[in-house]
């Protein structure tokens, strides 16, 4: 159990050390990704505001049908290219990234790959 507080203490540690360089404005708002073990979430949040402009996740109905069957490295490139369709819909074209505390590789860049393949500027 103690394993697991100190690695979610480090990333909440890295998670603070990168939301004080980066913030979300109307122009540029910030995609944030979690990741959980089963599933990944992304949503656009102008922190101006502090409204969430759009979300996409592995467990909203839009993936429901695609979703089975693939790896979740591959649900994660869905799920970028989702919310990147819909940044596109509301007229958003550049965002800034936000890990989340999480280590770029994996998931969390499948996501940002998703994302740019979609359409969107980083």
């Known amino acids: ?27 540029r708002p910030r995609l944030s990704v979690f990741r959980s073990n089963e599933h990944i979430y992304a949503q656009v949040i102008d922190d101006t ?14 993936l429901k049908a ?30 800034v990234f936000d890990r989340n505390g999480f280590i770029y590789h994996g998931r969390i860049k499948a996501v940002a790959d998703g994302a740019r393949e979609g359409g969107l500027r980083f």
């Open 66 to 95: 695609d979703k089975d069957g693939r790896r979740r490295t591959e649900q994660a490139t869905l799920v970028g290219k989702l919310v990147a369709k819909k940044c596109l819909e509301l007229n958003i074209e550049a965002v």
């Open 1 to 27: 159990m103690a394993v697991k507080n100190e690695k979610l203490a480090g990333r909440l540690r890295r998670k603070r050390s990168i939301r004080k360089r980066i913030s979300g404005t109307p122009e």
């Open 49 to 62: 505001t502090g409204q969430t402009l759009t979300s996409a996740s592995t467990v909203g109905a839009e």
